[in-house]
């Protein structure tokens, strides 16, 4: 019960993180463009991040159970994923890096199942899993967001150039609130669910070791013997999520908003609608996609269109980099943490 204890105040500090470190994608162009205040801003996404981590479920269900086989995760293995992709987030973060949040948990989680399972390889579901809805999005969603987010700003550029400037970034200026508050919602049914499989996973397997068998009646909600995620689980992680969100994550938003491109506000429109199109669409088939992937490659694909040679090149390479590092290097540490959990306890 203590080692649960521990598991579900890692995964809210994870949440947290994700809700500052992530969330500031949704918000990184319309704080940008000036369309809204940092403060406005901030509380627009903490509520729309909120709605939308109330939706759903699929994403939960790929997290907590699709990925690594559940009969070998022990509560050491949660717990040790969790700091993995904590560790990785703060790292993250504090160089201004939009990683992804969700490949760092991921990996976590397979890298301690895979010390978890002394190296048996079987443990981790590649086929079914980790390749179609994990590896294959990670790269092709990134392309998506840029091929998709200046064909969209291509178009724009159509459709608006008889109208004169000032028409255009009042008229924007009111629809990049619409497409922010979409951004926040399509982030929070993603992201927050990942969080939310990982508790249920947690409840799960603490319920098959029978480490719950000893409560009181009045903890009987903590008792999950089938995989099925407890409505005050959502509530929990939504709340964590949209309190991160809230914290703010102001050097992310130095970097996606005004390092990689400048940007305005038709700009902004057209980089969240592409992202919200994409996320909202993986959302519906359980794919854990890395909201921080589109939303990025989004903007770059709007700078791109808009004056190619304008884009911050090695600003981009940065991220990439931070990118291609994540799932090994998380997976590396939550495997190294299971391990050396292990060795201590039997010392």
């Excluded at 949040?101 to 890298?111: D, E, F, K, T, V």
């Excluded at 508790?199 to 909600?221: E, H, M, R, V, Y």
């Excluded at 090149?313 to 050396?340: K, M, N, Q, S």
Aim: glycine share 8%.
């Amino acid at each position: 019960m203590f080692t649960f204890i521990i598991v579900v105040l890692a995964a809210i500090m994870f949440e947290y993180t994700n809700g500052f470190h992530d969330a500031a994608n949704a918000i990184a162009t319309v704080v940008s463009t000036k369309v809204l205040t940092p403060r406005q801003a901030i509380a627009m996404a903490a509520f729309f991040n909120l709605t939308g981590a109330m939706l759903g479920g699929a994403v939960a269900s790929t997290v907590g159970k699709g990925l690594v086989d559940t009969n070998v995760v022990t509560m050491t293995t949660v717990l040790c994923a969790l700091i993995a992709a904590f560790v990785w987030n703060i790292t993250t973060w504090w160089f201004g890096l939009p990683s992804s949040s969700s490949h760092a948990l991921i990996g976590g989680l397979c890298g301690a199942a895979l010390a978890t399972a002394r190296g048996n390889w079987s443990v981790i579901k590649w086929s079914t899993a980790l390749w179609p809805k994990v590896i294959v999005p990670m790269l092709s969603s990134p392309v998506m967001g840029f091929v998709l987010g200046g064909l969209i700003m291509f178009l724009l550029f159509v459709a608006l150039h008889r109208f004169t400037p000032h028409f255009v970034q009042t008229t924007f200026g009111k629809l990049q609130i619409f497409s922010a508050a979409w951004m926040a919602h399509s982030h929070g049914t993603n992201d927050a669910q990942k969080t939310m499989g990982i508790i249920t996973l947690a409840l799960f397997t603490g319920t098959k070791a029978g480490s719950f068998n000893q409560l009181p009646p009045w903890l009987d909600f903590l008792r999950t013997p089938t995989f099925i995620m407890p409505t005050w689980v959502k509530v929990l992680c939504a709340l964590t999520m949209a309190a991160g969100t809230a914290a703010g994550g102001w050097r992310i938003i130095r970097t996606l908003g005004h390092r990689v491109v400048k940007l305005q506000p038709v700009h902004g429109f057209a980089a969240e609608t592409t992202a919200a199109l994409i996320i909202q669409g993986a959302s519906l088939y359980g794919i854990p996609l890395s909201t921080t992937h589109v939303i990025s490659t989004s903007i770059m694909g709007v700078g791109a269109v808009k004056r190619f040679s304008g884009m911050k090149w090695t600003v981009v390479e940065r991220i990439i980099w931070a990118w291609i590092f994540t799932l090994p290097a998380t997976a590396l540490l939550g495997y190294l943490l299971e391990r050396a959990v292990v060795a201590f306890a039997s010392t």
